[in-house]
């Protein structure tokens, strides 16, 4: 009985995420983001090559587990000019600040990994790999669609917010 449970665990991670969709999420527009401490995160200490793990204001701590885990983002600065954003996405980064979701589009795992270099973020699970600078497009690994895009705002306090859903 054990082994058969534990066979179940791997076959789990293949499946949908706690919302029933990989990719979805509970961000809306003017949410400001905040690290798992609940911090806010302000654009005058992210310098580039900066990458932070955000969440949702009001959305952090042991009794929103499943949100985190859902609406995690991974906060990247670049450069801006070296950007190549779809032309509906061209306001999404302001300042060179990006986010993607944090929810792997191949099995639901979380994109952890951000190469500097080569501006990249990578799922430890299946290698799946991602072009920060190309709108979160895949460039290798199993993953068959790009990482959802969370448009973004800076306040003039620095404070860094959504402009809209991910996408």
Known sequence: GFLGIAALIPVRSLGPSPRGQIGASGWKSGMRLVREDGSPVRAELLEVGTVVTAFPE?????????EMANDAIMLVR???????????RKDWAPQGFIAYSKVCTHAGCPVALYRE??????????QS????????????????????QLPLRIDADGSVRAAGPNT
């Open 117 to 126: 270099g080569p501006q990249q973020l990578m799922c430890p699970c299946h």
């Open 78 to 88: 670049v450069h801006q000019d070296a950007l190549r954003l779809p032309g509906e």
């Open 58 to 66: 009001g959305q952090v701590g042991p009794d929103h587990a499943m």
């Open 129 to 148: 790999t991602f072009d920060v600078l190309d709108g979160g497009s895949v460039v290798f690994g199993p993953a068959a669609r790009a990482l959802p």
